[in-house]
């Protein structure tokens, strides 16, 4: 539904509900907004660790200069990860591991699920590189699988999360800013 | 038989009269509810426009002055309530803290746009100024707007042509008042006028009500005129216009096709005005004007000490007192008169005063503004009616101060301190024994600017003397490209009068000395608080504006984040891949600052932001060979360490080659920020 007709018929209830009641409450209005649902939708996404307070820092540098930031870095991070775990997909693979380039990649790859905001992929990375430490193939296996499906849900939710924005900006209305 | 059926007839009507009398009474509380249920959805609608607008728009004032006009139409619902209980003297007066000017300020805009269209100017006049002396009162703010209100609603009903004018003015009640106790006191005089005739009928409860506020010590007459140019009331029916319900003039045909004044509200205007202890009348005027003029008094208690008004509606920035220079329109700093300081500013330099040069379209408000600058506050005015006339004014005006200025040798000028707007250091001034001279114009370009004109300002700006400060005020629209201009001038929606005039006078102070400024942004240099500009626009001064970056990262993305947050400081950003590069650009930029060839190189960057690892050439690296060749030049540029790590030995590593600061890789604005500021206070 439009979100425009939404809030105009929301407001048309709330006004005939006056008359018979004469309560007020308007802060409902943001609830059926298509907008809040997104914020909602946020919120459980930091509730839940996906995502941690370095995601709305790189949301404050988004502006109307520079709109699509936030979805510009974050392709980027899709894409250095993606990167990432097929190298350590097929450095895990060779008879020899070399564990100091696996020990690198992995570290690359907190650092920018650090900066994006990524945070139970980051939290994955610290016991990987213990594992690399030991030198322990297997356990790294392990981590590397658990990497992958963090990484999977965190795109996902992402995904999710730039979808209704689109959609919010494609009914008219504005992205709201979280500080 | 006859008879019966009269009287079944009669009892009949009776009961009929009885209800409708009832439904009357049902059908207004129900119109009451019904209005103030679409008043709640219009309020509710302003609430998500704002959520939509961006906040520096204004579309963001049009829907503060929404929501105020709202709180007017809720009030004016109220009073309809009140109404029966003011006439049946039941009606308490509210005591609350408010700013008088501010209320002025707003009632007069709330017709200006109205009057605008039908070409009356809608002004305020601030007479001798006293008003700014007592701004701060307590009283029934609501019941007094709703006075003013009235008065000027109807002036705006019959004035079709003109201006109207709302003059106040205040004072401490003297001896005369205690006329005003005694009834039957046909001929009683407030202020000057002795052609003002009152009628005094008061209750014992009026008088009671006289005696205790103007027993208190802090009790302030305010009187108050409403004058127009239009329709005018004649004489036998001027009596009459209080009594509630009559409609002066029946045959009214307005131009804008509204209604006959209702009458209504004058009765219970004069009712209220009672309850505050004074009286209303009309005044007469001169023969030969047209129009009427009410006038009225009231008593209030004057406040001294200066409290933030949160509860105005038209306050859109609360500001602190501090806080001048991002100060938005509306808004009243100090209790202190800004008149009074500049008026005591003009005394001393009495003998070679500023002159203003006026071009306002609206010939009352030029009329008002020239008197009240010349008498209360001891400027020179120029007045230039037609557009022929600037020209000729802008020379004579230039001619007569560079006379005078080339004859004075060697008179700096002299920086006030202004942004403390109230604080001027008289015993330095009279030290230097020089005056501070100005000149201001004030310009309205509604009607556009003509190229003679155009000429004539820049004309003046030649060659401009320069122990006199020049300031410029443009009215609605700047004469060209707002960029073009000056930083000195400023530009100022119309209309002129009560906060806006307050700012152009204040404007005529402030001599910002650029060094002086300069000096203070660098200091503050990572100050949150947003300087505002001469213009009062919030040019958005950013931390880092003017200083050039360069971030070093080989990681796409970290680079990304940290560019666009270095960019939202304000600074011009400049990447680099790896530490080749960094080494690279370093060089170019030194090499080519000497080929210029000033004596002392400035350096190719203010700073660099440096990730420790990358391909090529690592942090560490880079850092140790830019050090090599800044020392070449005596230079050395600051470098922040971009790291990963934070374990000891990373730690020195960072240092021993060279860089002056570390931060975690996920850095962004604030933290960069805290980095420059630490190093610019160790450097310092």
């Not at chain 2, 406040?303 to 329109?329: F, G, M, R, Y």
């Not at chain 2, 990572?526 to 360069?550: A, E, H």
């Not at chain 2, 370093?586 to 060839?597: F, N, T, Y």
Request: with cysteine; glycine share 6%.
């Amino acid at each position: 539904m439009e979100v425009g007709q939404l809030q105009r018929s929301f407001v048309e209830y709330m006004a005939s509900l006056f008359r018979e009641i004469s309560a007020f409450a308007f802060v409902f209005v943001v609830i059926l907004d298509l907008s809040a649902l997104e914020l909602m939708y946020f919120a459980v996404l930091i509730q839940k660790g996906f995502l941690d307070a370095q995601f709305s820092q790189l949301q404050q540098l988004q502006d109307d200069s520079n709109p699509d930031f936030v979805v510009e870095v974050v392709s980027l991070f899709f894409e250095d990860s993606e990167r990432l775990i097929n190298d350590l997909t097929m450095a895990l693979d060779q008879p020899n591991v070399d564990f100091k380039q696996v020990d690198a990649h992995v570290h690359q790859l907190k650092g920018s699920s650090s900066s994006v905001g990524a945070q139970r992929v980051k939290n994955c990375c610290v016991p990987f590189r213990n594992c690399c430490e030991e030198q322990n193939t297997e356990t790294c296996l392990r981590c590397l699988q658990q990497i992958k499906q963090e990484y999977l849900l965190v795109k996902n939710k992402l995904q999710t999360l730039f979808e209704l924005e689109q959609q919010i900006v494609a009914a008219g209305g504005a992205i709201p800013m979280v500080q | 038989m006859y008879l019966c059926s009269a009287l079944i007839k009669q009892m009949e009507a009776t009961q009929q009269a009885e209800r409708k009398s009832m439904n009357k009474s049902t059908a207004s509380a129900r119109a009451n509810h019904d209005v103030r249920a679409s008043l709640a959805g219009i309020s509710g609608l302003i609430w998500m426009c704002r959520v939509q607008a961006s906040p520096q728009s204004e579309l963001v004032k049009y829907l503060d002055h929404m929501e105020s006009c709202k709180n007017d139409l809720l009030d004016i619902l109220n009073s309809i309530l009140d109404e029966n209980k003011i006439e049946e003297g039941k009606k308490q007066l509210k005591e609350e803290e408010f700013n008088m000017e501010e209320l002025l300020e707003h009632v007069v805009n709330i017709y200006y746009p109205n009057g605008a269209m039908k070409n009356v100017d809608v002004l305020l006049d601030p007479c001798d100024g006293s008003i700014a002396r007592f701004s701060r009162v307590k009283g029934d703010r609501i019941e007094l707007q709703r006075i003013l209100n009235n008065l000027l609603q109807n002036a705006d009903k019959f004035t079709s042509e003109g201006h109207i004018t709302l003059r106040a003015w205040a004072r401490k009640p003297g001896f005369e008042e205690s006329s005003n106790l005694a009834p039957n006191t046909s001929n009683s005089s407030i202020g000057c006028m002795p052609c003002l005739r009152l009628q005094n009928d008061e209750s014992s409860a009026e008088v009671r009500i006289l005696n205790r506020v103007q027993q208190d010590p802090n009790c302030v007459e305010f009187i108050f005129e409403v004058d127009d140019t239009g329709k005018g009331i004649p004489k036998e029916k001027q009596k009459s216009v209080f009594e509630n319900y009559v409609q002066v003039n029946d045959q009214t045909t307005s131009v804008h096709g509204s209604q006959a004044g209702t009458g209504l509200g004058l009765g219970i205007t004069q009712s209220l005005v009672r309850l505050m202890g004074g009286e209303i009348g009309i005044v007469d005027k001169q023969i030969g004007e047209k129009g009427t003029c009410f006038r009225f008094n009231i008593f209030l208690i004057a406040c001294d000490q200066p409290q933030l008004q949160e509860h105005q509606a038209t306050s859109v920035n609360c500001a602190k007192e501090e806080d001048l220079e991002s100060q938005l329109e509306g808004d009243y700093i100090s209790n202190d008169s800004y008149y009074h300081s500049v008026a005591s500013d003009n005394s001393i330099t009495s003998h070679q005063k500023s002159n203003v040069i006026l071009f306002i379209k609206e010939e009352e408000r030029s009329r008002v503004l020239r008197r009240f600058m010349m008498n209360v506050l001891g400027l020179k005015v120029h007045v230039v009616n037609r557009h022929e006339q600037f020209p000729q004014t802008l020379k004579k005006v230039k001619g007569k101060i560079t006379n005078s200025s080339s004859s004075s040798c060697k008179s700096k000028e002299i920086p006030l301190s202004a942004l403390d707007g109230t604080e001027i250091d008289i015993s330095s001034f009279q030290r230097r024994g020089r005056g501070l001279r100005f000149i201001l114009i004030i310009i309205d370009t509604s009607d556009g600017l003509t190229r003679e004109m155009s000429r004539a300002m820049a004309e003046l700006r030649k060659d401009f003397p320069k122990n006199v400060s020049l300031r410029v005020v443009w009215l609605d629209k700047p004469g060209v490209d707002e960029d073009k201009l000056p930083s000195t001038d400023i530009v100022i929606t119309k209309p002129l009068h009560g906060s806006r005039l307050f700012r152009v006078l204040k404007f005529t102070q402030d001599i910002k000395d650029d060094t002086t400024s300069r000096i203070k942004t660098q200091q503050h240099l990572l100050v949150q608080d947003v300087p505002v500009d001469v213009n009062g626009r919030s040019c958005k001064k950013l931390p880092l504006t003017g200083k050039k970056i360069l971030v070093v990262e080989d990681d796409r993305m970290l680079l990304m984040i940290c560019k666009t947050a270095v960019s939202r400081l304000g600074a011009t950003t400049y990447t680099c891949k790896n530490g080749q590069e960094a080494l690279d650009e370093v060089c170019k930029g030194l090499s080519e600052q000497r080929d210029i060839g000033p004596s002392t190189p400035s350096p190719p960057f203010d700073y660099i932001l440096m990730d420790c690892e990358m391909p090529e050439m690592d942090g560490f690296e880079a850092t140790k060979c830019i050090r090599k060749e800044e020392a070449r030049y005596g230079i050395r540029i600051p470098i922040i360490a971009f790291t990963a790590h934070t374990e000891k030995e990373e730690i020195d590593k960072i240092f021993q080659a060279g860089m002056d600061y570390y931060l975690p890789k996920e850095s962004k604005g604030e933290e960069i920020l805290k980095a420059i500021d630490y190093i610019e206070h160790t450097k310092v």
